[in-house]
């Protein structure tokens, strides 16, 4: 009786093994547990007959082993229920879990961007301290210490117990304070671009506290407005598209001279005019020819030298692109994956 039993237990260890479906299940729990032509059932009817003395022995082993069998079987269910496939069964034909792709940073983008297509004409990115001397951000650049200008920067000051030569510390609130940082490096001509993080005291749906900026300066003997106007169409062609131009139109900076504001023609009328844009143009940022007393502040001599300079928000000209309408501009720093993963 014993015998049987453990053969019983072999067979079906033997058997579960070719299960593949539910089908399958159900034909060796009927073949080993059915109530009327079960295997194990038999066994188990036929304890009766044995000596007392026996049965005991083997009636605990057959339970036993019918706990077995039925345990088996359940967890095998369960696992076809699951997934319609048994984890000894592994299908290498299956295709794997993707992992979810990440991507750049839409600003991180634009800058590699930006700073190929000027690379591309001989302007090689450069950068600089975002904590800076009062010196850089405005002294050197013809704003004297109570110059009305400089509200224009609302500026974040660093709380600085004792004051060096090159004035207070402060968050540097444009990219034009790498302008004579760059003419102090004595390495004439100057191409350059100065790509780097900006802080202003402000916050609306069109400014962030912190933002980008982009700044472009050339020095050489004879540089002429001609040139600044031939490099911002250059710009305007290769990152808004084909058919887009620059305009300069007169303003006031106090470190160029003269100073303009730099327009891009619309992408939707060409600069027609329409109801996006009104004018027919849209207004990007800030250019002029460098002052002779920036040149001076930089130790270059404004005799022989002449430059252009121009700067703007890397944040707004991004999405000036065709096709980009951002509502507003700090959802860029939320850090909201719903939002990021649009790009
Ligand atoms: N720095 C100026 C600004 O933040 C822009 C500018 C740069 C203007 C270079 C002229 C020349 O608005």
């Not at 044995?50 to 022995?57: A, F, G, N």
């Not at 990152?239 to 900076?253: K, L, Q, V």
């Amino acid at each position: 009786m014993k015998a049987k039993l453990e053969s019983l237990k072999a067979l079906f260890d033997a058997e579960i093994k070719k299960v593949s479906s539910p089908t399958d299940l159900d034909e060796l729990e009927i073949k080993f547990l059915g109530r009327k032509a079960g295997e194990l059932t038999a066994v188990l009817r036929g304890l009766k007959n044995l000596p007392e003395d026996q049965r005991k022995e083997i009636g605990n082993f057959a339970n036993q082993l019918r706990g077995e069998i039925e345990n088996a079987i359940t967890e095998i269910r369960n696992q076809l229920s699951g997934s319609q496939k048994i984890d000894r069964f592994f299908d290498l034909t299956l295709p794997g879990t993707e992992l979810p792709n990440g991507h750049l940073h839409l600003m991180t983008k634009a800058i590699r961007e930006i700073t190929e297509i000027f690379e591309r004409i001989g302007f090689n990115r450069v950068r600089y301290p975002e904590v800076e001397w009062d010196w850089y951000a405005f002294e050197a650049l013809n704003m004297p210490g109570d110059h009305p200008a400089r509200d224009e920067w609302e500026t974040f000051f660093i709380d600085d117990k004792e004051i060096g030569p090159k004035g207070k510390r402060l968050l540097t609130p444009h990219t034009s304070s790498g302008q004579v940082r760059e003419m102090e490096r004595k390495e004439l001509p100057i191409r350059m671009t100065n790509i780097s993080k900006c802080y202003r005291r402000q916050s609306d749906i069109s400014h962030a506290p912190m933002f980008h900026q982009f700044e472009g300066l050339m020095i050489d003997t004879d540089v002429t407005i001609a040139h600044l106007k031939g490099v911002l169409d250059y710009f305007a062609k290769q990152f808004f598209g084909p058919n887009r131009t620059a305009r300069i139109r007169p303003y006031h900076f106090q470190f160029t001279e003269p100073s303009f504001e730099v327009d891009i023609s619309c992408g939707l009328c060409e600069g027609k005019g329409c109801r996006m844009c009104k004018s027919g143009w849209l207004e990007i940022g800030g250019a002029g020819m460098v002052h002779p007393n920036v040149l001076k502040a930089g130790k270059i001599d404004p005799k022989k030298y002449s430059g252009f300079a121009f700067g703007w928000g890397v944040e707004r000209c991004y999405l000036m692109k065709p096709g980009l309408s951002i509502p507003d501009i700090r959802e860029l720093y939320q850090s909201d994956l719903r939002f990021l993963k649009q790009f």
